[in-house]
């Protein structure tokens, strides 16, 4: 939370203008947050240099990527020593279809999520997972719809 403390009402505003359109100019973004452009262009540039700011990207949509279907696979390992887990997440993410990868608290080692076309392609993307270093079991969960996707930090 001290870092936060960093941070001005400026700084907040901007934050949640960009996450929320990325492609807005610096002129835009200067008026929603009543400042001049130079000023606005500066903490912009503070907030990327500091970190706040990771990278800018786009939201694609998957459904027209073939890429329609998606899964949630907890993963539990065999053993749970540092070297297997340094192994897992250099191996974990060399598979594409693996687009999200947390190490959890719980029942189980890790959550996938990943992204695929269809159930062959699936079944292709477990064969891979399951061929990953000291995997003791898998389940899967497939995603049925999607009610609240990502949207960043709630501001």
């Avoid at 936060?4 to 400026?10: E, F, M």
């Avoid at 990325?22 to 929603?32: D, Q, T, Y």
């Avoid at 949630?72 to 887990?85: A, E, K, N």
């Avoid at 079944?123 to 061929?131: D, F, M, N, P, S």
């Amino acid at each position: 939370m001290s870092k936060l403390k960093s941070l001005d009402r400026i700084d907040i505003t901007i934050l949640k203008t960009l996450q929320s359109d990325g492609r807005i100019s610096n002129v835009e973004l200067a008026k929603k947050v009543n400042l001049s452009a130079s000023p606005c262009l500066d903490r912009v540039k503070r907030l990327e240099k500091e970190g706040y700011i990771k990278h800018y990207g786009a939201f694609l949509d998957a459904n027209k990527l073939n890429y329609a279907m998606t899964a949630y696979i907890q993963v539990t390992l065999d053993r749970t020593t540092s070297d297997v887990f340094k192994l897992f997440k250099v191996e974990v993410v060399k598979i594409k279809e693996i687009v999200e990868c947390n190490l959890v608290a719980g029942g189980y080692d890790y959550l996938l999520k990943i992204r695929f076309s269809d159930i062959e392609a699936y079944r292709l993307v477990l064969e891979k997972i399951a061929g990953l270093p000291a995997i003791a079991k898998t389940h899967t969960y497939m995603v049925t719809e999607h009610i609240k996707e990502d949207s960043g930090i709630p501001f």
